[in-house]
């Protein structure tokens, strides 16, 4: 059974940071890329970042570039996404998911082209 499995979210001050963990199990992990998502309370799904480790692509949203780092541990089958500089306006539930195909900066943020997700995990960022 495909299952990921998302950690690390609470609430913190603007300004703090906060890692999230997305740990997956069910599928070999080396041939999944993983995209972060985050959706606010009233406001549609947004692509957050996107690691594909089988070709050395990440990719982020313009609004946390410079802030947020997405990395991968392929020996613990898990990819993390570290958070700096948070702001309010990160406030959301953020999900992980995982994929087969290599997505490129004009599709890795679209929901669709993801085949598993997670449960979610909250974070709120108080000003």
């Known amino acids: 059974e495909v299952q990921l499995v998302e950690s690390g979210g609470g609430l913190v001050q603007a300004g703090g940071s906060l890692r999230l963990s997305c740990a997956a199990s069910?599928?070999?992990?080396?041939?999944?890329?993983i995209g972060w998502f985050r959706q606010a309370p009233g406001k549609g799904r947004e692509g957050v970042s996107y690691i594909g480790s089988r070709w050395g692509v990440t990719y982020y949203a313009g609004s946390v570039k410079g802030r947020f780092t997405i990395t991968s541990d392929n020996a613990k089958n898990t990819v993390y996404l570290q958070m700096n500089s948070l702001k309010p306006e990160d406030t959301a539930v953020y999900y992980c998911?995982?994929?087969?195909?290599?997505?490129?900066?004009?599709?890795?943020?679209?929901?669709?082209?993801?085949?598993?997700w997670g449960q979610g995990t909250q974070v709120t960022v108080s000003s």
């Open positions: 069910g599928f070999t992990f080396g041939d999944y890329a």
């Open positions: 998911a995982a994929t087969t195909k290599r997505l490129y900066s004009y599709t890795w943020y679209r929901g669709v082209q993801y085949d598993y």
